[in-house]
Structure formats: C-alpha cells, structure tokens
C-alpha cells in the first residue's frame, strides 16, 4: 500500500430531499411530497460506498459531513442503519468530525439526541435569518422562534455548531442584517458561514426575481458590516464566508479547501480521490429514483473522469485561495505531484502587482487579491497564465 492510500479521507454523503423546495436554491434537493424510499435509499448509499471504498481503498475517514437536502429528515433507526454501515465499510478515526445537516421548522429537532448517539459531534443548522418576513421571502418552512430553538436543542448535545445564514436578502436593509449577525453571534454557535444570497440559473428565483433585492453596493457593505460585527465577537474569518470561535473551523470543508481527497456518495455527490493514476473526479447520477435503480440493478452510478494535468492550477486555487491564511507553497507539489514551475509564472506575476501575499513560503490573497478572488484565480486557468 502506497503513502497515499493511508493518507486520511473525507466523507460525504448526501440526503436529497426536503420538505419543500425554496425558490433560491440550486443544490440537487427535491420536494419529498408523499415522502422517500428512506430503506431504499440507505440500501442504495451502502452499495455505493462499496463502489466508492474499491476506489480509494480502506483510508481513515477523519470527517463525514451529511449534508442536502435536508439529512435531518431521516429517521433515528435509518441513520442508525446507516452508520453502522459506513463504519463496518470503513476505519473511523477517533476524533473524526461527523456533521448533520438540519433544518429548523420540522419535528426533528426531538431526534438531535439519536443522531448524536450514533455518532454525530456537529449539527449545521440552515437558519438563513432570523426575521419573520425574510424568512417568508425566501420560502421557509420555519419562523425566528423555531430557529432559535433548533440552535438551543442542538446545543443540548452537541457543543460544537454551524448555522448558515444568508444576507443581501429580498427586502432586507442594513439593520436587518446587523440584526440577523448580533443574534448568530448571541445564539452561543461555534462556527457561522454567511452567504451572499446569490440568484442561481434554474431557481424559482431566476424566473421571477423576487421584490425588493439589495443592490450590489448594499449587499458587498452588508458583508463588510457582517465581517466586522462577527470579528469584534471573536469569531475567526477564515474563509469567504466561514467564521469559527478558535479551535472550531470546519475539518470537514478545511479538506476540500486544502485540496484534499474526499468521497461522495449518494445522489449527485462529488469525489476526488488521488490514485496512481492520477486525481480522479466522481460524480453520482443526481436523479435520486435512478440513482436508487443503478444502485438496486448492481450498476455503479458514478461517472469518472481524471484532472487533466492543464486543469490543476485552476482548480488547486478555486480551493485554496479562498483560505484567509491560504496554504504552504509545498502543498501545491504534494497534492498535485507537479512541480512548482508549473505555476511559478503567474504566481509571480500575481505577487507583483499586489494579488497575492511576497511571502515566499505561502500561497494566499492579499486583502486586494481577495476582493478579486474570481479573477485571480482566473489567472491559472490553462489559455490564461500570466
Ligand atoms: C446545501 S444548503 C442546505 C442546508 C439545509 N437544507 C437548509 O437549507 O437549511 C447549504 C446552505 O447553502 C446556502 N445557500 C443555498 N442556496 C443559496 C443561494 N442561492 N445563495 C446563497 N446561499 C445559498 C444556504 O445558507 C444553505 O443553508
Ligand atoms: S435551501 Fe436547504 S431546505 Fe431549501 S431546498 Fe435547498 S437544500 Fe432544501
């Protein structure tokens, strides 16, 4: 077995449905109307994880993140089933960090405590806001009260929590989003990512563009003025929009951002996995019943495909350069296995006009280059060096 195949990995594994869909949200979710093959689905996440661990082999899982759609709709006894399954398939370590995605505003909040005993040590909770009408706005099913519940019953049994929250939204003024910061901060989170709300193609959104939307000026203050209410109550701005208290940032996504390996399973997941062949792109079949009938029928629903040695500039950096304290020069040849002349031009180049940081040792953003994250990255692209 080479170095490489004991090298800890990530895990990921996706729930795709949820109990309506919101009209800004592009990820593979789907209403679950008169509800999911849950047995099925887990049946078809085991078969896939088998696929997926002929692969990679039997690495250390150091962090699993279940995320949607909306995970926590599943029942205590089919997460059961399904842990004690990935953990018969694959070595956990120790300290591994297991995250739930949860939604405030259905019954499974009482069901914090099962997940917990099988396991789970982090609950992301999709708070989006705390305001009564943005909340309406954006389609939620849940109102302020039972976000700030949610947060209360997971810190019950978990110490360590995530609350995503959304700002730039339809309607929302500057106060609203100091307002909606001040109260993340008060609920007692370890860890906040912030999100511009942004307009994806193929959303309800997209269709109709929702009243009342902050111009861009407003909405790149309202991150600024965020940022700054979140950093004067120690929270740690480590990544565009993720902010941890100390000793709290999130292994699970810290791996994707330092360009490491990961499995993905359920339906559309992604994966990388670095084999001696090169690095290997997976991708599940999205639609959650035809996934479930490859997965049924013994077909593997994966399509694979290798990085391109011209593609990994690009890519490396659509990872790292979103780090605050970006990464060691040494990791590009570590995790790419090319040499550093292969990108040495355009990071010189990028450090000479102010982009990137003169410090030899690291790749990372000067606060300028940060403010230009897609064009410098741009920069790495393979019809575009210099
Ligand atoms: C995979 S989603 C799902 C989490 C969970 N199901 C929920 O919605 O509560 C993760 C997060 O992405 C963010 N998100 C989704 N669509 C977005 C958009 N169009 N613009 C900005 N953030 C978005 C939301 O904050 C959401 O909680
Ligand atoms: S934002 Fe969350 S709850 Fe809403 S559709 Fe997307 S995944 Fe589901």
Known sequence: MSAADVKPIALYVHWPWCVRKCPYCDFNSHAIGSGADEAGYIRALLKDIDAAVALSGRRPVSSVFFGGGTPSL?????????????????????????????NPGTHEAARFAGYVANGVNRFSIGVQSFNDERLKALGRIHDRRQ??????????????INLDVMYALPGQSMDGAVEDARTAVASGATHLS???????????????????LPDNDTAAEMGETVASILAQAGFEHYEVSGYAKPGHRCRHNLNYWTFGDYIGVGAGAHGKITTKGGILRTE?????????????????????????????????MLNVLRLYDGVPVSLWEEATGLSFDVIGKTV???????????DPQRLVCTPLGRNWLSTVQERFLADNEL
């Not at 976000?147 to 360590?160: F, G, R």
């Open 74 to 102: 599943m029942s205590v006894a089919g997460f059961e089933t399904l842990m004690n399954g990935l953990r018969e398939r694959l070595p956990f370590a120790e300290d591994a960090e297991i995250t739930l995605e949860a």
């Open 194 to 212: 912030f999100y511009e709300l942004t307009i994806e193609e193929g959303t309800a959104f997209y269709k109709r563009e929702p009243a009342g």
């Open 348 to 358: 010189d180049a990028l450090r000479g006009e102010g982009l990137l940081a003169k």
């Open 284 to 316: 599940r079949r999205a639609n959650p019943q035809l996934y479930m009938d490859d997965a049924a029928n013994g077909r593997f629903a994966a399509q694979l495909s290798f990085v391109l040695a011209e593609s990994l500039p690009f890519e490396f």
């Open 147 to 160: 976000a700030l519940q949610a947060v209360e019953t997971a810190l019950k049994h978990v110490d360590n």
